[in-house]
Every structure is written in C-alpha cells, then in structure tokens.
C-alpha cells in the first residue's frame, strides 16, 4: 500500500502535534518538505531543487544506487543479530582495520555516534580503573546522558559540570587565549591540559580519559594545531589515561588526503579509542568503537556481556562495505582535496572584499567561514551569519547552517560528491548577499543598531 501523501500544512500541524518539539526543523519559520534526494541534491514537494551543504551524513551522496542496492540484496536474503556467525562483520572490521593504525584493531559495532562514544567511556573507565574524563570546552560527544555529562555545549545549559569532568580549552587559534602569532600554539595548548591534569591530581581524582573530536565541529569548525594531540596524549598516558579520538563527524575521508582526521596530528599520533558513526553507513544508522587488544581484554575481563542488538548486523555491515567501496571508486578523498582547497581559496578571496569575514579555516569538506563585526575585537556577528543562512536557503535555495560558540560560524559539510561548480556557486552567492548588505548599509547585529 502506497503511504498517504500530506499537503505541507497538514505534515507540519501534524509534527506539531506528534512529534517532540525539543526537535527543532530546519528554518523552522518556514521549513522545507523535502520528498527526494540525489547525490549533493534534495528535491522538495514542488520539486524545487535544494543545494545541500549541512547533510555530512549523506556522505557519498544521498540515495548512491550502489548504497541502496547492497541494502536491499541483503535485506532480502538475512538480517539478523550479530550472535549469528557471519562473514559481513568479520569482513567489515577487516577493511576498517586497514584504514586504522596497527593497534586499532578490535572493534564493537553499534548504531549511533552516542552510543559509540558511551562505550568508549566504559571501556576508558574500565581499563584504567579511573573515572575522571577531560574534554575541551563547547564539545559535543552525544544525546545520552552520559555523554551530556562530558558535553559542556549542554551541560551548561542543563545540570551543570560534574565533579569528575574537567574543561580544558578549546585549542582555537583564532580566538582562544593562544592565536595563531603564538610560536607554538599546539605545545602551549597542550599544557593547559597538562595543568588540568595536576589539579585534578591534586584533589585526589584520577583521570581515565582525554575526549575530543578530532576536529572539535559544534566549537565552531576548529582545527587543532600542529602537535597539540601527540603532547596531550603523552600527559594523559602517563597519567593512567588513555585517548579518545571522536571521529563521528569527521571520519571516512571528509578531510581529503587522511582517512581519518586524527591523522592530520601526524604519522606518529595514534589515540587509544577512535569512535566513528554518521557517516559510517551513509544515513542508516551504523557506528562503531575501534580499539587496542588491551583495552578489549581488560573489558572482556570485567564478566559482564556486551550485547548491541542491531549493532554489526549483516545488512548494516553490508552498507558500510558498499560506502567504504564508493569512497575508493568514485574517489570521494581526492575530491574532498581539491574541492575543499577551491572552497577555502574562494571564501579567501571574499575575506579580502568583505571586513564582516574573519576567519576562513577547514581542511577537506570541513569548512567554516566565521563571521565578525569587528576584525580586531573579533565580535561574533551572529544575526549576520543567520541571515546569510535564511537568504542562501530563500533566494538561492542553497542549505546551509552555522556553529560554534555564538552560531556565527557558517559551516560546510556537504555530501563528498560536492563539486567544483558547486563550490563555485556557494562563493558567488555568498559574495552577492554579503556585497547587497553592504549597499544596503544593513545592519543585523544588536550593538549596530
């Protein structure tokens, strides 16, 4: 039986109606009703065509036939759960392997980025036989409550910090408290972790984990510098902790010429857990936790089972296979590269036209444009940013969102079959709204007006 179609008021009054409003839509002033999707596109009821720059989900592009036909082909012959012996888990695991450092090589699959991330907590907690966890400040590791715990971005807005988690700074270099005309940003921030840990010691506390993205998203699209995670996790180590690597968002190539985003730190840094999800099994929901034999044992060891009912099942493994696969084929890395670099090389040279641009920075398809009213006092232009977003999406139907801190950071992690025009075409659109704003003499933000 075909599913009824609804007019968009009565899908709208009815997720009014049903559905938790904690959830909140896109441009929920006026949201769109998307029906279809295609590769970086997405088609709504009218079948207006929508740029889409948000869904890093969508990782090899939404609905990739191959995707979908190694879904249904093993949907149609066994889905069942992982205490079966089958050959697609094993086989999966094998091929992350290869892409991972030698130690990483054991691996617990599960269904989302939080539940990978609560996992990795255990097995941290239980091989050190700790409890305390440092992250940075504005993380983001996930919706349970576990994980809101070591979130500052929700804690703070919630219970508040827990005594056995401790904040240390975001290594931001264009904002934080060490810039980019430091010498050596990455040892200075690293030490800053290192003074967290002495205190932390000094209350009788011991550390079982560092935490951090690889590349902090919600913080505002931060790179980390050069150095800083190999000298963290030599504090951490030899604190009785170990390093956890949060690749939920950044992982499977999004940075270009790494599979992994942890790999920017350099050939020498391996971290001891690596969490991975989103866009893992290209929007079915699959993620996973890799770490060393030791920390596997000492979990082994504690007696008590670890059972995921859906996690690792054949039809999940099946389309992680199938997107790991279309990453090597249609070579979505390489893309990744030289589309990424001509993004930034673009909104570097709107930098150069509009005072409102302070910071161009990204690796790959992870990129952020951070919006400023003032260059030197570097003031968040948030209402700015917003209206940048409510135009593209309006005029040009290009969809787009912001992070960071005060939402001034206009992001950009679109499907890795992103092209060369499309970036093209983000840059000009960009540059006319920005260009008609100044002719306007617009003015959004609150001290301007």
Excluded at 442 to 449: A, H
Aim: charged fraction near 25%; hydrophobic fraction near 40%; aromatic fraction near 8%.
């Amino acid at each position: 039986m075909a599913l009824e179609k609804l007019k968009k008021e009565e899908t709208l009054a009815m997720r009014k109606r049903l559905i938790g409003q904690s959830l909140r839509l896109f441009y929920s002033e006026d949201p769109v009703k998307i029906v279809r999707a295609r590769g970086q596109y997405l088609f709504d009821e009218s079948g207006k065509r929508y740029l889409d720059c948000i869904s890093n989900v969508h990782h090899v592009g939404h609905c990739h036939p191959s995707i979908t036909k190694a879904a249904a082909a093993q949907m149609d012959l066994l889905n069942t759960n992982s205490r079966f012996l089958h050959d697609n888990i094993v086989l999966y695991a094998d091929r992350l392997a290869a892409s991972l450092p030698e130690k990483l090589c054991v691996f617990y699959f599960v269904n989302s980025g939080s539940e990978a991330n609560d996992l990795a907590l255990r097995l941290a907690q239980q091989y050190t036989q700790h409890d305390d966890v440092i992250v940075l400040d504005h993380a983001y590791h996930g919706h349970l409550m576990s994980l809101i715990d070591i979130s500052p971005y929700k804690f703070r807005k919630l219970a508040g910090q827990k005594e056995w988690v401790h904040v240390a700074p975001l290594p931001d270099t264009y904002r934080g408290i060490y810039r980019e005309d430091h010498p050596n940003p990455g040892q200075a921030y690293a030490d800053t972790v290192k003074d967290l840990i002495e205190e932390v010691h000094s209350k009788g506390r011991k550390i079982s984990a560092f935490f951090a993205e690889s590349l902090p998203s919600v913080g505002g699209q931060i790179i980390l510098p050069q150095g800083y995670s190999n000298k963290v996790a030599e504090y951490v180590r030899s604190a009785g902790g170990v390093f956890v690597a949060d690749e939920v968002q950044t992982g499977f190539g999004r940075v270009g010429n790494q599979f992994w985003a942890f790999q920017l730190q350099g050939e020498d840094f391996c971290p001891d857990i690596v969490t991975m999800g989103k866009p893992m099994g290209n929007g079915h929901p699959l993620a996973c936790v890799a770490t060393t034999v030791e920390i596997a044992e000492a979990f082994t060891a504690n007696g008590v089972e670890y059972f995921n009912t859906f996690g690792g099942n054949p039809v999940s493994c099946a389309i992680g296979l199938a997107v790991l696969d279309v990453i090597e084929e249609e070579d979505l890395r390489g893309n990744a590269t030289r589309v990424g670099a001509h993004l930034k090389d673009l909104f570097t040279k709107l930098q150069t036209r509009h005072e409102i641009i302070g910071d161009v920075r990204g690796v790959g398809l992870f990129v952020g444009l951070e919006l400023v009213t003032d260059r030197k006092k570097k003031t968040p232009a948030t209402e700015t940013a917003a209206w940048v977003v409510k135009r593209l999406k309006e005029e040009h139907q290009i969809c787009v969102s912001t992070d960071g801190p005060w939402e001034n950071v206009v992001k950009f992690k679109p499907p890795m079959c992103f092209s060369m025009d499309n970036a093209e075409l983000v840059a000009q659109c960009i540059d006319g709204i920005l260009t008609d704003m100044k002719a306007n003499n617009l003015k959004l933000e609150k001290e301007d007006i």
